[in-house]
């Protein structure tokens, strides 16, 4: 157990629906990430939080947004769903910012188990 | 762009028979590379980071180094229980966002 939770772990939905992704780091974690993994893609990047604020965004569609609230947890909203976007949704999280490599510490980024979405 | 190339793509090994998987990366300004292993519908359960050539770490039967190239995992008389898909990440620079870059991975299957 990596300490990050997620819910929901299955989420079935309809085309055009929208859905929210929840995530709850590692105590005393200030850093999420959101990653999409589907079986052609890989582990994508999507947007990363440091403390409640946005730091970075990588292929993060439009019709995806997140946020990180002042007692750290995230929620990633997709919307206007298609059948593409049905992957898993992981959340990461670690102690030190992103950029911030700190090799006494380690700079060690831990999953959660994801959100599997499956649109139909 | 920093890329991530993992080869092979799939290994089957007999138990005990040792090898090492392969993590080629491009990245400006390498903050560190991480080694994941992830088994199906789970998510990536954190190995190893390693920060600057020469530099090695071990876990059990895992062995990681890296290069200014690539990095390997070696895996010394493997077990059926180590079978799973190990990730190869670079955490790159202010221009990538310091975001983890996977490669696509290296899906391990031990046999006994």
């Known amino acids: 157990d990596s300490g990050v939770t997620q819910t929901p772990k299955h989420l079935i939905t309809a085309t055009g629906q929208r859905v929210t992704l929840r995530c709850s780091p590692r105590?005393?974690?200030?850093?999420v990430y959101w990653y999409q993994q589907s079986l052609d893609q890989g582990l994508q990047f999507l947007i990363q939080?440091?403390?409640?604020?946005?730091?970075a965004k990588g292929n993060i569609l439009e019709r995806f947004s997140a946020q990180q609230f002042p007692d750290l947890h995230s929620e990633l909203n997709l919307s206007s769903l298609e059948l593409g976007d049905s992957a898993l949704y992981f959340c990461?999280?670690?102690?030190?910012?992103?950029?911030?490599?700190?090799?006494?510490?380690?700079?060690?980024?831990?999953f959660g188990e994801g959100s599997w979405l499956t649109v139909v | 762009e920093d890329q991530v190339t993992q080869s092979p793509e799939a290994l089957r090994l007999q138990e005990g028979e040792s090898s090492s998987l392969n993590c080629s990366y491009t990245?400006?300004?390498?903050?560190?590379l991480f080694w994941y292993r992830q088994d199906p519908g789970k998510g990536p359960e954190f190995l190893f980071t390693?920060?600057?050539a020469g530099e090695e770490k071990e876990k059990e039967r895992l062995k990681a180094t890296l290069t200014k190239k690539e990095s390997f995992l070696h895996i010394t008389a493997p077990k059926p229980e180590d079978s799973a898909t190990y990730l190869c990440?670079?955490?790159?620079?202010?221009?990538?966002?310091?975001?983890?870059?996977f490669g696509k991975g290296t899906s391990l299957l031990v046999t006994p």
């Open positions: 990461a999280s670690s102690v030190v910012p992103p950029d911030w490599t700190d090799e006494l510490s380690g700079n060690t980024i831990y």
């Open positions: 105590s005393g974690d200030l850093s």
């Open positions: 939080y440091y403390n409640g604020e946005e730091r």
């Open positions: 990245v400006s300004g390498l903050r560190g």
């Open positions: 390693l920060y600057s």
């Open positions: 990440a670079v955490q790159g620079s202010r221009n990538s966002g310091y975001a983890l870059n």
